[in-house]
């Protein structure tokens, strides 16, 4: 157990508590198909590393793909916004230099891969079946969809879907990943596997 990279996970900024992490690592690390692990949506890196963890320990890489922008809620006027994020040369939100201090810290380079762009404009370039996918990206019923009909598809068989931030019920949070957990199931082509929090694992079947 790559307890370092662990520690560096949880010390990282991020939204994700550190119990949705671990179920990431666990079910990255108990992968039996081959083919490297993919998240959409990165911020700053802290899934990254919970998955760089697992990553190590199996002989993988960890694919990030996210244009580093920040999603609708860190835009100006919006709730998680954050100014000293915002490049006064662009005036945009810019987190891929945060991204890549949090990797470098942590010794992950190795076993990180960070592609800078919008999911799906990367999607189509991609041919590698998944051992695993992770969506955590916008969470706009729009954007939540798109990354589904863009990747979900290039999960191998065996391989395992991790969806964040599914929230049943409205009160606790935005409902487009809720959407995609439920699409997903009701394919039939998945099994759902045990999850933590909103954190929700299934299992490609066919």
């Known amino acids: 157990m790559h ?3 662990l520690a560096a996970a949880s010390a990282a900024p991020g939204f994700m508590p550190d119990d949705e992490g671990r179920a990431l690592y666990e079910a990255a690390r108990a992968l039996d198909v081959p083919g490297p692990l ?11 590393l919970f998955l760089a963890a697992a990553a190590r320990e199996t002989g993988r890489q960890v694919i990030t793909v996210d244009h580093h922008r920040g999603s609708e809620e860190h835009q100006p006027g919006w ?19 945060s991204f890549r201090r949090t990797i470098a810290t942590a010794g992950a380079e190795d076993v990180v891969i960070a592609i800078v762009t919008r999911s799906e404009v990367l999607a189509p ?11 955590d990206g916008s969470h706009t019923e729009e954007s ?17 879907l991790a ?10 949070g935005g409902q487009a990943p809720y959407g995609v957990y439920r699409r997903v199931l009701e394919s039939g082509d998945f099994t ?4 933590v929090g909103s954190m929700r694992l299934l299992r490609r079947d066919r």
Not at 82 to 87: E, F, K
């Open 3 to 5: 307890t370092d990279l």
């Open 38 to 48: 993919l998240e959409v949506g990165s911020w700053m890196g802290r899934s990254a």
């Open 79 to 97: 709730e998680y916004h954050d100014p000293s994020l915002v490049d006064p040369a662009v005036g945009l939100v810019d987190t891929l230099p």
């Open 125 to 135: 370039l991609w041919s590698t079946p998944l051992a695993l996918l992770f969506l």
């Open 144 to 160: 939540a969809r798109r990354d589904q009909d863009a990747w979900v598809a290039k999960l191998a068989v065996g391989g395992t």
């Open 163 to 172: 969806i964040h931030d599914v929230f049943p019920d409205p009160a606790d």
């Open 192 to 195: 759902e596997l045990p999850g």
